[in-house]
């Protein structure tokens, strides 16, 4: 679980810079990120068992970090041994945990070489 925690803070990190990058103002970055954390917690099942969220709020918060750190605990808690079939989702979804993070740094620096490129003309 530690290393899931990881790989979901490369998520969560990268979506904060990303919405600092595109939001330039101060008030406005706080504003987002309260309303994309209240999105993500309630649709991913932080506060909230999955089974009371609706299947297209938990497809729209799968394009963040968090719902598969929940997924991932839920596999980890509920099942008695880890077998594979386990272990390799798990891992999996450790892997698309690491792609969104890297996924929103990516689209940080593409709008910061944007910015930073056409800001003369």
């Excluded at 803070?9 to 919405?19: A, Y």
């Excluded at 987002?32 to 497809?59: E, K």
């Amino acid at each position: 679980m530690t290393l899931a925690s990881f790989c979901d803070l490369i998520g969560i990190t990268g979506m904060s810079f990303f919405v600092a990058t595109v939001m330039q103002n101060k008030n406005m970055v706080t504003f987002v990120q309260t309303l994309l954390s209240l999105l993500i917690a309630f649709g991913s099942g932080i506060f909230v068992t999955r089974d009371f969220v609706h299947p297209v709020m938990q497809t729209i918060a799968s394009i963040f970090s968090p719902i598969w750190l929940v997924k991932t605990a839920e596999i980890v808690v509920t099942v008695s041994e880890m077998t594979e079939d386990h272990q390799r989702t798990v891992g999996m979804h450790q892997f698309i945990m690491v792609l969104i993070g890297l996924a929103y740094y990516a689209l940080r620096l593409g709008v910061f070489y944007y910015r930073s490129r056409y800001r003369d003309l």
